[in-house]
Each structure stands twice: as C-alpha cells, then as structure tokens.
C-alpha cells in the first residue's frame, strides 16, 4: 500500500508528539530495537494477501506464548552488549591457564571488571534466546517465525555458546569468563550482533501480540480483488479511550459517503478511525472493530490537516487546491485507492467553497475503481449529488437541550444541517467576555 508523509501524520500512524500517534499507543517493546523495528513494519505496509495472512500468523503464534517470554532480555542487557562491541579492550586473554587471567585483572583492571560484567549479560541473552527458539520452535508455526527461529538456532550451534548456555552461574572462574569474553569479543561479533537483530523483530511482534490482546482487536479478512470495498462491524478510533463503534460499507456501488454533522459531532474521528483500522489492516495487525473485511488496495490518501506555507507565500487555500490536484493524479491512475477528505476548501468563503466542492465531488463520483469519505458543513451542495446511484449520505446527529449540546456520535442515514457554531461561542463564554470589552 502506497502512503505519503502528510497521510501518516493526518492519520496520527505517526505524530510529532509521540503519545498520540498510533505508534505509541501499541508499542509494549521491550527494548529500544525493538521500538525501531515496530516503526519499521508500521510504516511499511504490506503488498499482498499472503504477506498480510503470513504476519498475522507471527502475531498469533507469539500472543501464544507472551506468559512465557524470557524476563533475562531486558533493553538494559542489549545496551550492555552493544557498549562491548563498542569498547576498546586491551586484546583480552585466551588461555587456560590462571596466570594470564591474573594479570589481566591486576594490570587492567576496567578491562577486567567490564568483561566479567558483560559475560555476565551474554549469559542471560543467550539463555533467553535459547528458550524463545524452543517456545517457538514448531513444525505448523508462521513462516515469518520460523525462518527467525531457524536462523536464531544456527546462531547457537557453535560448542562455546552452547557451554554458555548451559551454565548454572554467572560466577565463573576468572580464565574460563575471559575465554569466554575473547570469544565473544573476537570470534562471535557478526552472530551476536545478529542475534540482537533477530531479538528486536521477535519483540516487535510482541508487541503487535501484546496490543491485539490488550485492546482486543481482531484480524480482518483482507483479499486481493479487482474491486475496492470495505465492509467493518463496531468499528472505532483505537485512539480514543472511550470510543462509540460505527459499522461502514463501502463498495463499487456506493463507493463514496457524503458526511456531515456540526463540529464536535465525530466527523473527523469517524474519518481517522476507518483510516487508521484499513491501515492497520494492511500491516498486518489485528484492527479495532468486532469484523472486518477489505480488499487489498494500493494507496491510502488523506486530505485533512492542510496547512498554509509562510516561506513560499503559498496560501491555505491554495494549498488545498493542491492536495486535492495530487490526489486526483495519483487515483486516475487504474489502482484501488482509499481517499479521505475532511472538511474541503475551508480557505475561501462559502460560496466559493460551494462550488468548488460541487466541481470536486461530482468529478470524484466518476472514479470507480477507489472508495472516498469526505466530511463538510457545506450540506447545500448533498441535494444536486442525490442525482448520482452511487453516493452514501451519513450524519452524526447534535442536539441542544437550554442551550447544551449533546453529542452522540451515531453515525445516521441522511444529511444534516446543525449549525451550532454561535452555540459554541456562547457556551465558552466568549460572546459574555467580547459583551464586556
């Protein structure tokens, strides 16, 4: 699936504050790596059926084991193990014999102490990485885990490691940790390093295992087929602490809803939400709706955090002429897209917006093969669209009880046209405050 930048910060995927992006909200990693990882497979969305079934299998298949997973791997024991390789040792002894050890600890001391301690860790990271390759070690397991179990277990065939494994303790004599740390240091660097790597991707679908559990998403249905469509029972904003379910369909036959409603009512949650489960659906990850089935599409583009260009004197306005010119040359181009348009046009004034909407609307009607959302106040413009088969009008109903508003966030059939914008103004007191200027 194709996405550019300004869809993943219009979808929160990422967020320049860091706790309200998608991101942070199912990052459980236990390590720093593994973070870097997580982002790296949620910000490189997959490209066919089977390699979405093919990682929704790894994350079923470690959420089998997570009670299990080794508490000797902790981010600290990595960053130990990095500072090592990073470390300019004095060459470190390799010898039977107990002299040499004596030496090296009386004569380089720092070198010592930090070798003894390092071992110490390797101990742990190898026992721990022992035991997931024999939790996850299986002849039915998802072929992303295998191939990691497979290479992890070539990683752990040579006879020195094997003897570190094995140990009962992390006090050993001083020759054998230095025999052990020169072989480490000087014989083993390329296979630890890669054992780290193979220990970030297994704790990055831990943590995709961990979220699908702890929020209690489901794996959709998602199938590579010549027509968009998306059909999803109670879904929500995974964002959202408290969030109302919405059920969607979008086809061939009605592959665009017309949406409207006051501000504050859902609309632009409602918009984020469906974006955000099909993205997540296209990475692989369980989504946040009871059921959900999709096609597999090529592109997912947004239109709805808009800004102005001080540097290149380029207005709002002109600017959302532009984004919309960059969608219509990207989705004339034959793929299955998904479109999303918040609020259009929102930098000129009504008529104006009016009817540039129309011309936009009308023109994205035309085009089959992608499925669009667009939100607007402008609720004029719904009748002159009622004429085309293949629009889907929706609303989220306000309404105001002695001047409170109340929002229920139920998606409804039809068109709304709630303006409680001085409503608004009024209750936050800003009309009283102007009244006594």
Request: glycine share 6%.
């Amino acid at each position: 699936m194709e996405i550019d930048k300004v869809t993943y910060y219009d979808l929160s995927i990422l967020n320049r504050e860091e706790e309200y992006s998608l991101l942070h909200r199912i990052n459980f990693c236990t390590t720093a790596g593994g973070t870097e990882r997580l982002q790296y497979l949620l910000t490189h969305p997959l490209r066919s059926e089977q390699q979405i079934l093919q990682t929704q299998e790894a994350i079923t298949q470690i959420g089998s084991v997570m009670n299990q997973w080794p508490k000797e791997i902790t981010n600290g024991t990595l960053l130990v193990l990095e500072k090592f390789y990073g470390y300019p040792f004095d060459k470190i002894p390799n010898s039977y014999s107990p002299v040499p050890a004596f030496l090296y600890q009386v004569f380089d001391t720092p070198d010592f102490s930090l070798v003894r301690y390092t071992v110490g860790y390797f101990i742990d990271f190898l026992k721990g990485i022992s035991k997931l390759r024999q939790l996850l070690q299986t002849e039915f397991g998802s072929p992303v885990v295998s191939a990691i179990v497979a290479e992890i277990d070539k990683k752990l065939q040579a006879s020195v490691i094997r003897h570190i494994i094995t140990e009962k303790s992390k006090k050993l004599p001083p020759a054998k940790m230095l025999r052990y740390g020169h072989y480490l240091r000087y014989e083993y660097k390329q296979e630890a390093e890669r054992l780290m790597q193979l220990y970030h991707q297994l704790d990055a679908y831990y943590s995709m295992s961990m979220a699908v559990q702890k929020f209690n998403l489901h794996f959709p249905t998602v199938k590579e087929c010549n027509e968009p469509n998306i059909q999803a029972k109670g879904l929500y904003h995974l964002l959202l602490q408290t969030p109302v379910a919405y059920d969607v369909t979008l086809n061939p036959q009605t592959n665009f809803i017309f949406l409207t409603g006051a501000n504050m009512a859902g609309k632009s949650t409602f918009i984020r939400g469906v974006g955000c489960a099909v993205y997540l659906a296209h990475v692989g990850m369980g989504v946040p709706a009871q059921h959900m089935q999709l096609s597999l599409f090529d592109g997912l583009l947004s239109n709805i955090q808009v800004q102005d260009n001080i540097v290149k004197g380029e207005s709002y306005f002109f600017n959302e002429v532009q984004r919309i010119k960059n969608t219509v040359i990207k989705i004339t181009d034959g793929r299955k897209w998904l479109v999303l348009i918040d609020e259009l046009f929102k930098g000129t004034n009504i008529q104006d917006a009016m009817h540039c909407s129309s011309a936009v609307i009308k023109g994205l009607l035309k085009i089959k093969n992608s499925l669009f959302i667009l939100s607007t106040h402008l609720y004029e413009i719904g009748d002159e669209l009622k004429v085309y088969p293949n629009i889907s009008f929706r609303y989220f109903e306000t309404t105001a009880t002695d001047e409170q508003l109340q929002f229920s966030y139920q998606l409804k059939e039809g068109i709304s046209n709630d303006r409680f914008g001085y409503l608004i103004l009024k209750k936050e007191k800003v009309v009283e405050m102007l009244e006594k200027l």
